[in-house]
């Protein structure tokens, strides 16, 4: 099937983009605008990189967390504290995980009772569980750059945690999210580098950043080196749905940031301008 163009969505990005006003952004409104313009399957495609929000205040209901819930994915704070009522709207790994740890908590506070935990999910936590519910279920999305951001990001958090894991000296096999060569490699390997030069171009870089004390110039440098990522997944794609997928996932990443530290939070605004603005002509007032 051909691509869908948007030619007009995306030279519209800057406007979009910016409150003329505040010269900021509103995510919400983003988000909003890109459901009203783009085709229903390409906008889907959208709401899955929005769905990291849906699945942190999912954990965060069921698990009881008391993390700050995160007003930018699909399913509202009065939502997920009626769980119980609604999970049946929720996406099918939502379900099927909401499903699994009702049955732990049973089998916790029952030894007889029947259950489906298997003695390998019983060894993982929950929200390593979770995660291998969330990337099978994004495998029935056939989108480049879906699939190789998403292989990206799996690959990053679980030679991150290996990391970690070393550095404390915790068993890192129980830690890794899904299964392969990569997480075969990273449970096993002795070796400074995991035996990674070949096979992962940025372990160096890895390496590096983990050896940063300063916590927040950690994560700054890790959210470069997917800024980076996002720019080579799309290095010829000009206006199609992968170049406004790549454009989400940066403007996500200057949310996190203008809430976590308001420094570098406008440098990473500031970074997206400066990419919309070599690419479109912005109005005067942003170009100065």
Not at 43 to 71: A, G, M, T, W
Request: glycine share 2%; proline share 2%.
């Amino acid at each position: 099937m051909m691509q869908r163009e948007y030619y007009y969505l995306v030279a519209g990005l800057p406007d979009l983009f910016i409150d003329q006003e505040s010269k900021n952004f509103n995510l919400v409104n983003l988000k909003e605008e890109m459901q009203e313009l783009m085709h229903p399957k390409d906008y889907n495609l959208v709401e899955l990189i929005f769905l990291e929000y849906d699945n942190h205040n999912f954990l965060n209901q069921l698990l009881n967390r008391k993390q700050e819930f995160i007003p930018i994915g699909k399913f509202s704070e009065d939502f997920l504290n009626e769980l119980d009522d609604n999970y049946h709207e929720l996406p099918i790994y939502m379900k099927e995980f909401y499903l699994w740890y009702k049955n732990k908590q049973k089998e916790d506070n029952n030894s007889d009772s029947e259950t489906s935990v298997t003695n390998e999910q019983a060894d993982k936590s929950p929200e390593v569980l979770f995660q291998e519910y969330f990337y099978d279920y994004l495998k029935k999305y056939d989108n480049r750059f879906i699939s190789e951001w998403y292989d990206f990001k799996r690959d990053l958090n679980n030679i991150l945690t290996a990391i970690n894991c070393r550095k404390h000296d915790i068993n890192v096999e129980s830690q890794l999210i899904g299964e392969g060569d990569l997480v075969d490699t990273l449970a096993r390997s002795q070796t400074p580098d995991f035996g990674l030069k070949k096979e992962i171009d940025y372990i160096d870089t890895i390496l590096q950043i983990s050896e940063l004390n300063d916590v927040l110039e950690r994560e700054r440098r890790i959210d470069l080196l997917k800024w980076e990522k996002v720019g080579d997944l799309t290095t010829f794609d000009y206006f199609n749905a992968e170049r406004i997928l790549a454009f989400i996932v940066k403007a996500t990443i200057v949310y996190r940031w203008s809430n976590l530290d308001a420094k570098v939070g406008e440098e990473m605004f500031k970074k997206l301008v400066t990419e919309l603005r070599e690419t479109y002509k912005l109005p005067e007032e942003f170009a100065k």
